[in-house]
């Protein structure tokens, strides 16, 4: 089992910047996807920023020049640095994690940011 924790999320003006971490406990797979989703109310669960084993994942229009996702040194976390933020980021966001092997995928319980003046 695998759990998630998500953590930085809060409130910030427009245009200024988070970085949200998330960090997975238990017993990690060998191979396994990192990715970051956002859901804004009354909208879908969108992908926002990832890390595979053979790098960085693109990233959405909505989101890219702005977010930048990476890992810490040990690999059990993942960052995203998230700046230039605009009121539409506003949401819970997510952090996943992909059984490349077993296709399961692991969520944390959501941290949320606010963006507003």
């Known amino acids: 089992q695998v759990q998630l924790a998500e953590s930085g999320g809060g409130l910030v003006q427009p245009g200024g910047s988070l970085r949200l971490s998330c960090a997975a406990s238990?017993?990690?797979?060998?191979?396994?996807?990192f990715r970051w989703y956002r859901e804004a109310q009354g909208k879908q669960r969108e992908f926002v920023a990832g890390?595979?084993?053979?790098?960085?994942?693109s990233y959405p229009n909505s989101v890219k020049g702005r977010f930048t996702v990476y890992s810490g040194d040990t690999g059990n976390v993942m960052y995203l640095q998230m700046n230039d933020l605009k009121v539409e980021d506003a949401a819970i966001y997510y952090c996943?994690?992909?059984?490349?092997?077993?296709?399961?995928?692991?969520w944390g319980r959501g941290t949320q940011v606010i963006v507003s003046s």
């Open positions: 996943n994690l992909e059984d490349s092997t077993a296709r399961i995928d692991y």
């Open positions: 238990g017993r990690l797979p060998s191979l396994f996807v």
């Open positions: 890390l595979a084993s053979g790098g960085v994942l």
